[in-house]
């Protein structure tokens, strides 16, 4: 079972330019979250999808806009990056909400130079 | 106040002794309490659940929670250096739809 797929692993990115992360799931669940981890803050939710065809802001969504394409995928979109969207980001899925196990994928780090 | 605090650590213990990791939240309608672990480099894997008021023990990890004081621990028994790891804090919210971390603890178990 593969779980959660994030592509790619690693990405170089110049300020300005945009770019998508992906995310895949084949556990059927219904919600999806993106995350973005810095050194000292955790894990910030970025943006949240409960259900297939519904998004919701998270606690850090500036600069930032996601598609639940289907039930199994959920990318984010970096519209025009900047060096403070420099950070490891991870996708999660879970059966429904946030009050059952979230599965991680294994992360994207993105540098904006 | 953020909605789920932790210490960040580093929070340093010798092998074989018991790790305290603590956890406050916010929200006093929280209902679900989650302890993730995460290795250095590597994703976050959930090692524990708890719902009630209360002890939950799973092998060496012990939960504990206090909806009146509003905090959740987790204690790790028989610290192996294998325990070293980054312990971080989860607490649905928003409808239980988010699912909100804390800034995670970093435990050291030196032999």
């Known amino acids: 079972n593969a779980g959660v797929t994030q592509t790619p692993k690693f990405q170089v990115l110049k300020t300005g330019q945009s770019m998508t992360l992906q995310c895949a799931q084949d556990?059927?669940?219904?919600?999806m979250y993106w995350y973005r981890q810095d050194p000292g803050m955790g894990l910030r939710l970025i943006y949240y999808?409960?259900?297939?065809?519904?998004?919701d802001k998270g606690e850090v969504p500036n600069g930032y806009n996601v598609s639940r394409l289907n039930k199994r995928e959920f990318s984010l979109r970096l519209e025009s990056a900047a060096p403070s969207q420099t950070s490891v980001y991870f996708c999660?899925?879970?059966?429904?909400?946030?009050?059952?196990?979230?599965?991680f994928g294994q992360g994207t780090r993105l540098t904006v130079v | 106040q953020k909605e789920v605090e932790q210490n960040s650590g580093p929070l340093s213990v010798p092998e074989g002794a018991i790790a305290s990791l603590n956890c406050t939240y916010s929200?006093?309608?929280?209902?679900?309490f989650f302890w993730y672990r995460q290795y250095s480099g590597k994703s976050p894997e959930l090692i524990m659940s708890?719902?009630?008021?209360g002890d939950k023990e799973d092998g060496r990890f012990t939960a504990q929670l206090n909806k009146a004081s509003q905090y959740v621990s987790l204690l790790i028994r028989d610290s192996q250096p294998s325990d070293s790891a980054t312990y971080l804090c989860?607490?649905?919210?928003?409808?239980?739809?988010?699912?909100?971390f804390g800034a995670g603890t970093r435990l050291a178990v030196h032999p």
């Open positions: 999660a899925s879970s059966w429904t909400g946030g009050e059952t196990e979230a599965f």
């Open positions: 556990m059927n669940h219904n919600s």
């Open positions: 999808s409960a259900s297939e065809g519904t998004t």
């Open positions: 929200d006093r309608v929280s209902q679900s």
């Open positions: 708890i719902y009630s008021n």
């Open positions: 989860a607490v649905p919210r928003g409808g239980y739809n988010k699912l909100i």
